[in-house]
């Protein structure tokens, strides 16, 4: 069965809606270096986070600073701290070196430009990225869109026929991201058949709230039921 992350976590109501749907994952943007709708403070982090019930994770998603990444990782513990920024690759092996010794697992987003369809690497080839990543150790990779204005919950869509290239390719965990919603996330799963599928806009009424119709039908519809 394929897990379901919902991102962009930001009051204790929409927590509990994702449990009580059956979400896998909960993602909390934690002091994110570029203004997004779902950015926490790391206290708010801490707060919402204890409110998260056993055998559902907590993925922290950060960015592009190593000491605030590392002091985010140590204060909050989650299961997860998901890479989600422009970290060079020399910086996102210390970071993955560092987390797990933390026992924490590790996430890195490979980010495709809307308008390229290209990763925003220092590597353009994303098959050659992605074996980089696991030779470094990272538990799971997550293939999302980006734009200029946007780091993240574009609504946009990657390729997924590249998606579909990079799954047959790596033996890792792939995570599937960019402009999925209910009405997509059916087809992207027959598709792509990732590991998991995660959203953050696509199940919102307004940004940083979730829609409890869109939640259920993209969660059940994921896992099968729908």
């Not at 605030?68 to 070196?97: C, F, M, W, Y």
């Not at 919102?204 to 059940?220: A, M, Q, V, W």
């Amino acid at each position: 069965m394929v897990r379901v992350k919902i991102c962009g976590i930001t009051n204790e109501k929409d927590i509990n809606l994702c449990v009580n749907y059956g979400a896998d994952a909960l993602g909390f943007v934690v002091e994110y270096p570029v203004p997004v709708p779902w950015n926490l403070d790391i206290n708010r982090a801490n707060d919402l986070m204890k409110e998260v019930p056993p055998f559902v994770s907590k993925v922290c998603v950060v960015g592009d600073e190593y000491e605030k990444v590392i002091k985010i990782a140590s204060l909050l513990r989650p299961d997860v701290i998901q890479l989600h920024g422009n970290e060079p690759l020399e910086e996102t092996e210390r970071l993955i070196s560092e987390i797990k010794s933390l026992k924490i697992k590790t996430i890195k987003a490979i980010r495709f430009s809307v308008k390229t369809n290209k990763p925003v690497s220092q590597i353009q080839d994303p098959l050659k990225l992605c074996n980089i990543l696991k030779d470094m150790g990272v538990d799971a990779i997550l293939l999302d869109a980006t734009s200029s204005s946007m780091p993240a919950g574009t609504g946009k869509k990657i390729d997924w026929e590249i998606a579909s290239q990079i799954r047959d390719s790596i033996s890792i965990p792939i995570i599937l991201a960019g402009g999925l919603n209910p009405e997509n996330v059916l087809k992207a799963i027959s598709q792509v058949k990732p590991y998991a599928v995660d959203v953050i806009s696509g199940v919102e009424s307004e940004k940083g709230k979730k829609d409890e119709k869109k939640l259920k039908d993209f969660i059940l519809k994921a896992k099968g039921y729908g």
